[in-house]
């Protein structure tokens, strides 16, 4: 059985490289050797994500529009399909765009691969399980989605992409892997894009009052991005086809949440509750014994270590938005 210690890759191709999670991603994929074209169009990514790469050897930087088409120079031994606006803020602003690059921009990257014989990750989302009726959520779950409601956009490009993922490697054999990605958090994450964990250590710093929807006994299980980018990387060189849960299976409440981000920042914020976002899932929380069984794979970073480190880099990044 191959591990992710025993296999590398020459040169990998990073689709929304400059994004959150992606350029970690680039930064990892080079740390252990491989070569790395990150693919961005700057809709949601920031050049300042990938700035500290731009000067490193083998480092590539592609701007494009994966919908539009991917064309890479060096054939890929690995293609990373993480472009998608991820957050509500985004893919709320850009509807059309995010159905679009989770139709035609993973079927470019799918091309990419298939003609390179690469291996191929697609970047899913615990968004296709919806508002679970089953907790926690295991890979064999269908999902309760909501096909026309207002966060359908992101919930069913990422549910089309694993369709059209699926039906590549059955139609053309391609060597596929889906990852499913619970509530990744940690530096390099944007104050305004609408997600909790952004939004709560932005308005701690700034000394404003936490803004919790309902009433704040909605859960999510909490990734720190480090251990995503192990999980993912570690599905890549394994050889699965997935659907594989990546992410952590510990709770909290979103009122837990806002009040230990308010004790590790030692701000003097207060809680305040606001309307509660339509389709807002009640329970987010990954069952990841595939990714233990297959991958030898587990979070390792606790949330009060993660948070502490996502604050002390918020509190030297004071600008974390280009909207």
Known sequence: MTT????????????????????????ALLDAGAAVTCVDDFCT?????ISPLLERPGFTLVQANVAEGLRIKRRPDLVLHFASPASPA???????????TGSLGTRNALELARSSRARFVLASTSEVYGDPQQNPQ?????????????RSVYDEAKRFGEALTTAHADTHGTDTCIVRLFNTYGPRMRGHDGRAVPTFVRQALAGEPLTVTGDGRQTRSLCYVDDTVRGILAAAAHGMRGPVNIGNPTEITMLDLARLVVELAGSPSEIRFIERPVDDPAV?????????????WEP?????????RTIAWFREEPATDHD
């Not at 990514?45 to 994500?49: A, I, T, V, Y």
């Not at 987010?284 to 030898?296: E, N, Q, S």
């Open 138 to 150: 295991d890979e064999r779950y269908w999902g309760n989605v909501n096909p026309v409601g207002p």
């Open 90 to 100: 985004d893919y709320l602003r850009l509807p059309l765009h995010t159905m679009e």
């Open 45 to 49: 990514g920031r050049p300042e994500n």
């Open 4 to 27: 992710a210690l025993s296999r590398s890759w020459e040169h990998a191709v990073v689709t929304g490289g400059a994004g959150f999670v992606g350029s970690h991603l680039c930064a």
């Open 284 to 296: 987010r929380c990954p069952d990841i014994t595939l990714a233990r069984d297959k991958l030898g």
């Open 300 to 308: 390792q970073v606790r949330a009060e270590e993660g948070l502490r």
